[in-house]
């Protein structure tokens, strides 16, 4: 069985790893995008603005019907980096809007807005699994996430010691593991959260799996 990276701004594909390679529309728009390996596209919060979102919009929703486009996003939210979040909010809404029409589930930035994103998830009644990608926040506001039904993915914040993330690791099953632009292998970091659940690095691939064919059966 595969390692799955769900989140890799890397192209290279190895073999022993599925991954799931994130590509931005605006940056990538004229670039030809993969027609067979997993990817995700969005418009990511850090270029996204609201004065291109219609024309990328456009190109987006021509893609993402594409088969290999497993997840919508990386798309969210950024109070550090981006547009106001009055425009980032709007972005974000149609790409939400995107992923119930196509029935994909979303892979979510999320930066010092989580308040926002749990208020967004509410009031549009999301009903599309929605993942939030890096994880590395207390153990308090991911418990939070959780419960309001959000997915977490966790990359190298599981390495430090007592991280929140890590802590999360040994109480919760439903989640997913990524290299995000990180050069750590994903092997150790699947390595590491094995260690933390106390079991195998096949079992921790057996329930990461279990977990993504839930994820695409909604
Ligand atoms: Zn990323």
């Given at each position: 069985m595969d390692f799955l990276d769900i989140h890799t701004?890397?192209?290279?594909?190895?073999?022993g790893v599925a991954s799931i390679q994130s590509l931005s529309l605006t940056s990538d728009?004229?670039?030809?995008?993969?027609?067979?390996?997993p990817i995700s596209i969005g418009l990511?919060?850090?270029?996204?603005?609201?004065?291109?979102?219609?024309?990328q919009l456009k190109y987006l929703s021509v893609l993402a019907k594409q088969p290999n486009v497993r997840l919508i996003g990386e798309c969210g939210l950024d109070k550090l980096k981006g547009e106001n979040l009055e425009n980032q909010t709007i972005i974000l809404e149609t790409q939400v809007a995107l992923a119930e029409q196509l029935n994909k589930p979303l892979i979510l930035h999320c930066v010092k807005a989580f308040a926002e994103l749990i208020e967004l998830k509410e009031r549009l009644q999301v009903k599309v699994p929605m993942i939030i990608h890096g994880f590395n926040k207390n153990e308090a506001l991911g418990?939070?996430?959780?419960?309001?039904?959000?997915l977490l993915s966790f990359g190298t914040s599981i390495l430090k010691e007592n991280s929140g993330a890590s802590k999360l690791l040994e109480s919760c099953d439903d989640f997913f593991l990524e290299t995000d632009d990180a050069g750590t292998p994903i092997e150790e970091i699947y390595e590491m959260a094995a260690n933390l659940k106390k079991c195998s690095v096949d079992e921790l691939k057996a329930l990461i799996f279990a977990n993504w064919k839930n994820l695409n059966l909604i």
């Open positions: 701004h890397k192209s290279a594909q190895r073999k728009i004229f670039l030809a995008m993969p027609k067979t390996k990511h919060p850090w270029y996204a603005s609201l004065e291109k979102l219609d024309i418990k939070q996430l959780i419960a309001k039904g959000f």
